[in-house]
C-alpha cells in the first residue's frame, strides 16, 4: 500500500525558510516522478514542484520560482521542498503526489503558515 507523509511544516515569518519532507513506503519510488502540491484556505489545490525518477529534471510553478527547489533521496525514499524567502501568500497546506498506474496519491499535508 502507498503511503506518503509529508512532514517539516509550521510557523515562520516572511523572508524565512522551512524544509518540508515526504517519505514513501510500500513500493519503490525512484522509478516515478514525485510532486509538490498546496492548498490555500478558499483556494483550489495548486501545482509547486515536480522531479523526474532520476531527480535530473525538476520543474516549478512560477509563484516559487527561484525561491522553492525539489530534489528527492532515492535511496532513503524521501522527496524534499526547501522553501527560501517565504511570502504570506505562501500559507497553505502542502501535499506529496506520486501518479502511478494512472492512479494518483497523496499524503495528508503539513501546514506552513507564513506570517507578515
Known amino acids: 500500500q502507498v503511503q506518503l507523509v509529508e512532514s517539516g511544516g509550521g510557523l515562520v515569518q516572511a523572508g524565512g525558510s522551512l524544509r518540508l519532507s515526504c517519505a514513501a513506503s510500500?513500493?519503490?519510488?525512484?522509478?516515478?516522478?514525485m510532486n509538490w502540491f498546496r492548498q490555500a484556505p478558499g483556494k483550489e489545490r495548486e501545482f509547486v514542484a515536480t522531479i523526474s525518477w532520476s531527480g535530473a529534471i525538476t520543474y516549478n510553478a512560477d509563484s516559487v520560482k527561484g525561491r522553492f527547489t525539489i530534489s528527492r533521496d532515492n535511496a532513503k525514499n524521501t522527496v524534499y521542498l526547501q522553501m527560501n524567502s517565504l511570502k504570506p501568500e505562501d500559507t497553505a497546506v502542502y501535499y506529496c503526489?506520486?501518479?502511478?498506474?494512472?492512479?494518483?496519491?497523496w499524503g495528508k499535508g503539513t501546514l506552513v503558515t507564513v506570517s507578515s
Open positions: 503526489n506520486v501518479r502511478i498506474n494512472g492512479m494518483d496519491y
Open positions: 510500500g513500493r519503490t519510488f525512484s522509478s516515478y516522478a
